[in-house]
């Protein structure tokens, strides 16, 4: 699965409107374990200074915000996690991800556990997207440092819509791109009421479904915004229509740490904080050309 997907899965539940809930009201705590003993995952902060170095484990593949570039792991990302780095006082080195079946195998995977076979975690994951559900679900991993926010969006050719953008209704007929099993296939497919959507056409990403309306294929391109905007090229355009039915079409992007190391939280969501204080987060996303949407913290 891609790391949409992974994200698909947690937003996906909220996508049609349905029951709410107080936070954590629905949630069942996790059983304690017993008997065993006490397991310390990751460096702790101390040795992170003292070692001079600190790990990121980034998606592979996700431009505009994390991918290899010449032999470089470049993407906003990588600017970010640069940016706590230096504050720190530490190298940042980083670890190209792959996305699991869902958020959860993610966390568990890099955050909090390690793979079952040759896994390790990294100090800080970034491009988790906060959720107070999450929060209650996964006590093993902290979550912090939200530094943006991200939203659905639909890029279009200008040719076929020259009087403004398409709404996800015109999709019924019109072509739109979106990737395989991501939140705007579900929403759209939920326009059906069970029955095909004739327009929709699925990708294996978000940058291949981009890449499709840019050889005009398709009439448009559904996905999150900052996706689309790094594959606009003249003749498209790109805007965030009312999307009936959905519950939640943005979201916020920040990090995740193992529960037991909170210190390294602190440090990292301190040295955000000023980053996005001082403008220097927003001067990252200007520089890529794109829109940059200020995070709940």
């Known amino acids: 699965m891609t790391r949409i997907g992974a994200l698909a899965s947690l937003l996906a539940g909220l996508a049609i409107a349905g029951p709410a809930f107080a936070r954590c009201e629905d949630h069942v705590p996790q059983p304690k374990p017993q008997n065993t003993f006490a397991q310390n995952i990751g460096r702790e902060f101390d040795t992170i ?9 980034l998606y592979e593949d996700f431009a505009p915000w994390s991918y290899e570039e010449e032999g470089k792991v470049v993407g906003i990302d990588v600017e970010i996690a640069r940016i706590i780095a230096e504050d720190i006082g530490v190298e940042p080195r980083f670890r190209l991800v792959q996305a ?20 390790r975690v990294s100090d800080v994951m970034m491009h988790v997207p906060y959720d107070s559900d999450l929060t209650c679900r996964i006590e093993q991993a902290a979550f912090t440092g939200q530094y943006a926010a991200e939203e659905l969006a639909i890029a279009y050719s200008l040719a076929d819509y020259p009087d403004g953008g398409p709404t996800p209704a015109y999709f019924r007929y019109d072509t739109v791109a979106v990737e395989n099993d991501s939140i705007s296939d579900f929403y759209l497919s ?7 959507v ?47 039915g959905l519950v939640r079409s943005d979201w916020t992007v920040g990090v995740a740490v193992n529960f037991q190391h909170r210190d390294l939280g602190y440090a990292v969501d301190y040295a955000i904080e000023k980053a996005l204080a ?4 927003e001067a990252i996303f200007a520089a890529h050309g794109l829109t940059f949407l200020s995070p709940e913290r």
């Open 100 to 119: 699991g079946e869902n958020l959860d195998a993610d966390l568990l995977n890099y955050v909090w556990k390690g793979a079952v076979v040759g896994g």
């Open 198 to 244: 004739a327009g929709v056409q699925r990708f294996p990403t978000t940058e291949a479904a981009m890449e499709t309306l840019v050889r005009g294929e398709v009439m448009a391109a559904m996905g999150p915004r900052a996706v689309l905007e790094a594959g606009m090229t003249e003749g498209l355009g790109l805007h965030v229509p009312p999307y009936p």
């Open 49 to 57: 200074v003292d070692e001079g170095w600190m790990e990121f484990a």
């Open 278 to 281: 001082d403008g220097r987060i």
């Open 190 to 196: 939920s326009l059906g009421r069970g029955a095909p």
